[in-house]
């Protein structure tokens, strides 16, 4: 699959790049300024498209038989990014033909009431990009994952529609996301991720 990573410069979305790059997929890097271009393609040998999700997108995805959708305002501009930047992103993607969709959520975005005050806003958004994916005619995935460290990867999680807040490395996160392109149980589905035993694809395809 060609595939686009929204968000590719991100402390996620660089794990996604390097993990395409390397794959029998072929990656397209995503990143909103012209000053990163040149640092992608010479890291990750990739074709790098400048696009900003609260602006037209529908060039980056010419030619994409997948998103992973890896973006985010760092609570900078949760209405413009994280959730109008992914709606913006997900219909482009359904009205250019595009496949498949892996949203990156978070936990808790079904429930932002249950989460501290600060963050329930960028939780609502999420909620919004995501029932927007859920209700589009994509294949999707959407992944809730906890609270993200900068622990090397473990290559094991747990995942499941529902499991006790924890923590994931960002490294398996990306390799979730990446799996999940593939796994065919992941379709159509919602589920949220911590560190755990099971290996990535198992844990995937126990779902």
């Known amino acids: 699959m060609n595939v686009l990573i929204a968000g590719s ?3 996620v979305g660089q794990h996604i790049t390097e993990l395409l790059a390397e794959s029998e997929h072929t990656a397209r890097a995503m990143v909103r300024d012209e000053s990163q ?11 790098v498209v400048v ?11 010419t030619g994409c038989d997948a998103v992973i959708f890896a973006a985010g305002s760092s609570g900078e501009d949760v209405e413009g990014v994280d ?18 969709f892996v949203m990156l959520s978070s936990i808790n975005a ?30 999707y995935t959407i ?5 993200l460290t900068d622990d090397p990867a473990t290559g094991r999680i747990e995942a499941a529609r529902r499991v006790e807040r924890g923590r994931i490395t960002r490294a ?13 149980t992941t379709h159509g589905e919602t589920f949220e991720l911590i560190e755990g035993e099971e290996p990535i694809e198992d844990a995937l395809e126990g779902l």
């Open 37 to 47: 271009v040149d640092e992608m393609e010479e890291e990750f040998g990739v074709d």
């Open 9 to 11: 410069h991100g402390g």
């Open 172 to 184: 398996d996160v990306a390799r979730t996301l990446v799996a999940a392109l593939d796994v065919e």
């Open 143 to 147: 992944v809730r994952p906890g609270e």
């Open 110 to 139: 079904d429930r932002p009431e249950e989460s501290p005050e600060g963050l329930q806003p960028y939780l609502e958004a999420k909620l919004a990009a995501d029932e927007h994916l859920q209700d589009s005619d994509l294949t």
């Open 83 to 100: 959730r109008d930047g992914a709606i913006r992103l997900i219909d482009e993607a359904e009205k250019q033909g595009a496949e498949r």
């Open 51 to 61: 696009a900003d999700l609260t602006e037209d997108v529908s060039h980056a995805l």
